[in-house]
């Protein structure tokens, strides 16, 4: 039987988890975590591939563009067949939706974003349907701003958006309030008139609404009962409900890992929240890798190990100033030499630190001048470089991609 073991639970990391256990249903798969709060931040979709260096023209459908990225791209070297691959396992383990073509959906800031798998929240407020759509911005929270957003749209695209502003009909003691709102709504509690709390809101929404065919909302449409809510919001306002995605916290994102780990649970990965500090190693081989626990140290020990703890941001790679690297196994980060030269001058130019990370061979194996560092180290999502994350719009889809190729080729090696 053979012991992976997976140092890191984004999306890449459960994606490993995932494949590995299918590849291999015996495999002994364990998927260390040391706080998968970083979801917050998601999306909740799965941004596949927005556009290609050096190429003005948006892309339509992602995996026929596989073929015009550089050399380097984790897509490219994964193929064009390990790509479809993947995502038809996305389409398994995620109740998303989506075709073969990007959707474009609404952004906060009344941008549109293209993006490949999105879940049913998301539909009704795609911009490829041309009907008019409403949007409801909440006092006390800055997230959005919906007549401005509504503005933007309505000036890009062919059919009307408006907007309106209502005060949510119940306080939140927190500060953003949205998972307090999304919690009264999964609660369906009593405002004080005595009025369930999604009538309230719908109450509110309602004179506001002229021919809308939908309504967009901030994404606090409950969490246990999300489906609920969203349909008796449909059914009260007489229009499609849908959710834009916003900065944290984003109940998209939590709600996708709630998901995932379901899926991880059913899967019967074993799940431990432990922060890695370090590894041992016998000659080209990773052994273990040594866990500080809530309140123990230990060694795990594995047959083959997937790197997948993140970018900067996750505390997967680790810039002291002068240098940047991986701090677990130690493998060669590539970047920069000067410190001036990781960022650009405007805050949307083509930043260096976008393509930090580590080279890895076609096999995903983190590499030194091509070689393998270890024969047994596999990598996956935004600790590899040779992509750049914001400028191609590819960020959740490299995580499945290289999570699902990494986890397949522990196995299988
Ligand atoms: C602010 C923000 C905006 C985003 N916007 C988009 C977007 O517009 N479109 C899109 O598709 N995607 C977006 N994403 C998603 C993101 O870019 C990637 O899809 C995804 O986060 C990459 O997943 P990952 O698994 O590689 O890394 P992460 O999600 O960063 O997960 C790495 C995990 O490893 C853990 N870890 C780190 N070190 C250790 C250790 N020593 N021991 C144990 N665990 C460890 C971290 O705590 C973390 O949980 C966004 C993410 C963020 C944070």
Known sequence: MSRVV???????????ALSAKNTDPDADVHLLAVKPDRYRYEPGTVDV???VPDE??????????????????PYKLVGEEGVNRALDY???VLRYRGTDRNALAPTVTGGIRPTYRYPAAVAAGLVSSQRPMHI?????????DAELAAERLDSALPFDV??????????SPETPPLEGFAQTLDENSDTTEGTPVREALARRVRPALDIEARVGFLPVLGLAAHDEIRTELESRLQADVFEIPVGEPNLLGIRLREQLFDAVEAAGVELTRASVTDCSTVGGSIRSVSVD????????????????????????????????????FDCPVDYPDTHREWAAEGPLDDHAFARFGVDVTPSLKPSVDGDPVFENLFSAGSVLGGYNFVEEGARTGVAVVTGYEAGRRAVDR
């Open 6 to 16: 997976v140092v890191g639970a984004g999306i890449g990391g459960c994606f490993a």
């Open 56 to 73: 003005e023209k948006p892309v339509v459908r992602p995996t026929e563009r596989i073929g015009a990225l550089p050399a380097e791209h």
């Open 49 to 51: 591939l927005g556009s």
């Open 90 to 92: 996305l389409d398994d």
């Open 136 to 144: 409801v911005g909440l006092e006390s929270v800055t997230h959005l």
């Open 293 to 328: 626990g809530a309140d123990s140290q230990r060694t795990i020990e594995g047959d083959a190990f997937v790197l997948a703890t993140g970018g900067v941001a996750a505390g997967g790679l680790v810039g002291t100033g002068t240098e940047v690297i991986e701090p677990i």
């Open 162 to 171: 408006n907007a309106s502003t209502v005060e949510f009909p119940v306080d």
